[in-house]
């Protein structure tokens, strides 16, 4: 871990079911996130993700990145353009500081219309004892 290393971009192909599976897990039943027909009367073009499924998202590529032993401390993200389906996000990161077993990471995620997702993470990755 060192300031200015870039991690490896992940593309994620949003699906329906990616979208409807992230909603239910997080428990968030807000039709926006599950009946297009509904979406569509509230202004909007289909179903989009919602917020907690991004942000376990964003968490998988940074513990994907640092491996199993790493822990997130602080995740501060905020959404901009929507995740549809039949989109892909990809997400890219910079180590922006580093100092012993913590680094911060500038995260952005983007897909076909703009930035989906910006923000940092903070992860820990305590060294192996022994």
Known sequence: ?????ELPPLEIEIT???????AIASRDYQDVHHDAELAR?????????NILTTNGLVGRYITDH?????????????LGAPNYPGDT???TGRVEEAAGDTA???VLGTNGIGRHV??????AVPREVG
């Open 1 to 5: 871990m060192r300031a200015g290393e």
């Open 16 to 22: 329906r079911t990616l979208i409807v599976a992230g």
């Open 41 to 49: 009367l509230k202004g909007s073009p289909d179903i989009f993700m």
């Open 66 to 78: 640092f491996g199993p032993r790493a822990v997130l401390r602080k995740v501060a993200i905020r």
């Open 89 to 91: 996000m990809v997400l």
């Open 104 to 106: 911060t990471v500038r």
């Open 118 to 123: 910006t923000g940092t993470v903070t992860v």
